[in-house]
């Protein structure tokens, strides 16, 4: 899928991941409350499919998170990202691997920017572990 707009996730014959995707990648490319808009619904969508069979969905909401945590960091909403990263963090655990390790540095990061540096360099430790990189 083409993503040329952020209405390009809405259009006809677009799956629920292409339109999520697309969110995302519409997300990423603004710095204003557009990006967070689309994020915001990204993460609605992922978590509806999620909810439904989180076998098969549950990473791709924990990415949404991730996006979303990001952005809200960018902003310097701090309070309002650790939650997401949380989040995050939780849905990885179960898969492990590199979707755990990105999370748990997402975590880092919002934990960081609340001042909470202790739990920031425990957690950090855990995703380098996991990290081969």
Known sequence: MARNGSDDATRPGTTPVEAVEGLLAY???????????????AVALSR???ERDPGTYG????RC???TA???????QATEALPMAQEAV????????APLAVSLY???E???AVNRFSEAAAFSAEADRLDPG
Do not use: N
């Open 90 to 97: 939780a849905l990885t655990r179960a898969t492990g691997g």
């Open 59 to 62: 990473v791709l909401l924990a």
């Open 110 to 112: 919002a934990l960081e």
């Open 48 to 50: 509806a499919m999620a």
């Open 65 to 67: 998170l991730r996006t």
């Open 70 to 76: 990001t952005l809200l960091l960018r902003r310097g």
């Open 27 to 41: 997300a990423q490319s603004r710095w204003g409350g557009g990006g967070i808009k689309r994020a915001y619904k």
């Open 106 to 108: 997402c975590l880092v």
